[in-house]
């Protein structure tokens, strides 16, 4: 297996604590920013979990992993917990905090439960050929929530 390239990825999330957020911050290679969702009366969209987000490939592409890396701080990096993987046909993301997807296929789901001592996982697939890829934070090990530092998008 390989890595494909970062270059014209964007990861669109339907919550973000920032409002400035930029969306190739999880593929900038910057292993010490993170995204995380909104909470109390910063940032943007739902405050709790189940909380979508789009991986835009830039076109369609074979995908059989996405390798996550979790946010790197000691106390936070068990935020994100559960996490379910779809490809999706289509995904309008104009407004990011009310997500549009049609064509959606269920690819998997990961847990990233407490204590799991693993910073980096990588979620494994049967390939399959989409231009969107949708992670839906279902769960979280520290209340509502979710974060991530790295994606890395796997052939």
């Given at each position: 297996k390989t890595v494909y390239p970062v270059d014209g990825m964007k990861f669109i999330?339907?919550?973000s604590w920032s409002t400035s957020m930029s969306y190739t911050m999880l593929?900038?290679?910057?292993?010490?920013?993170?995204?995380?969702?909104?909470?109390?009366?910063?940032?943007?969209?739902?405050?709790?979990?189940?909380?979508?987000?789009?991986?835009?490939?830039?076109?369609?592409?074979?995908?059989?992993?996405?390798e996550y890396w979790l946010r790197d701080h000691s106390s936070y990096y068990n935020d994100t917990k559960g996490i379910e993987v779809y490809a999706a046909e289509t995904a309008d993301y104009t407004n990011p905090a009310n997500i549009q997807l049609s064509g959606l296929r269920y690819l998997g789901f990961y847990d990233f439960y407490a204590g799991h001592g693993q910073r980096v996982q990588v979620m494994e697939f049967p390939m399959v050929n989409t231009p969107y890829l949708v992670l839906r934070y279902t769960s979280s090990n520290r209340g509502n929530s979710i974060c991530g530092n790295e994606l890395r998008i796997w052939k």
């Open positions: 999330p339907g919550s593929f900038d290679g910057n292993t010490t920013s993170h995204w995380e969702n909104t909470w109390g009366d910063f940032g943007w969209g739902p405050t709790t979990v189940p909380v979508n987000a789009v991986i835009d490939l830039g076109s369609a592409k074979d995908v059989t992993a996405i």
